[in-house]
T-cell receptor, first 109, second 112 residues
Framework: DAKTTQPPSMDCAEGRAANLPCNHS???????VYWYRQIHSQGPQYIIH???NNETNEMASLIITEDRKSSTLILPHATLRDTAVYYC??????????FGAGTRLTVKP | NAGVTQTPKFQVLKTGQSMTLQCAQD?????MYWYRQDPGMGLRLIYY???????DKGEVPNGYNVSRLNKREFSLRLESAAPSQTSVYFC???????????FGSGTQLSVL
């Protein structure tokens, strides 16, 4: 399975865009990039996923580089409620999902 | 809809005791999963069930057993609890193996 590298922590000002990077240089052709987040001690929450095209939904945008070796999750207008740990996961299907340490995003007023 | 429901929310066991963590989903999902999360760590997959009647080991299955009782329910059993099993346990489900996961709120287990 491809491994991912994320910064351990990031800060963002409320109302600004939060850009969370993820490196996955060993990704293979059939592996998807998934993003989940975990707010405090709750169960993780799905955000978005993609294979090679950029994706957008009501929560966020996912930008995947052309070589697919890295991606960026964008929260367009971060709020205090977006403070959470964000996990970037590369996998073929759920049966081999690996959550790493993620990025702890702190949104500040 | 309740989504994924886990019981109990908290449990304290003594070393050697046994217990079963219950998980039920009402979304008619085919696949169900059990994860554990140790303090400051990411989640690790214990067991999963890709469909009713099947179960498979994940990354950290030792010391656990599972039962996919029916399509709705997937239980996790600790036969002889050990302090190393102190953790937060999350159950999750998905429609199929590549669809997004829905997680329960977790069970905080302490083994003394």
């Amino acid at each position: 399975d491809a491994k991912t590298t994320q910064p351990p922590s990031m800060d963002c000002a409320e109302g600004r865009a939060a850009n969370l990077p993820c490196n996955h240089s060993t990704i293979s052709g059939n592996e998807y990039v998934y993003w989940y987040r975990q707010i405090h001690s709750q169960g993780p929450q799905y955000i978005i996923h993609g294979l090679k095209n950029n994706e957008t939904n009501e929560m966020a945008s996912l930008i995947i580089t052309e070589d697919r070796k890295s991606s960026t999750l964008i929260l367009p207008h971060a709020t205090l409620r977006d403070t959470a740990v964000y996990y970037c996961i590369v996998r073929v299907d759920n049966n081999d999902m690996r959550f790493g340490a993620g990025t702890r995003l702190t949104v500040k007023p | 809809n309740a989504g994924v429901t886990q019981t109990p929310k908290f449990q304290v066991l003594k070393t050697g005791q046994s217990m079963t963590l219950q998980c039920a989903q009402d979304m008619n999902h085919n696949s169900m999963y059990w994860y554990r999360q140790d303090p400051g760590m990411g989640l690790r997959l214990i067991y999963y069930s890709a469909s009713e009647g099947t179960t498979d080991k994940g990354e950290v299955p030792n010391g656990y057993n599972v039962s996919r009782l029916n399509k709705r329910e997937f239980s996790l059993r600790l036969e002889s609890a050990a302090p190393s099993q102190t953790s937060v346990y999350f159950c999750a489900s998905s429609e199929r193996g590549r669809e997004k996961l829905f997680f329960g709120s977790g069970t905080q287990l302490s083994v003394l």
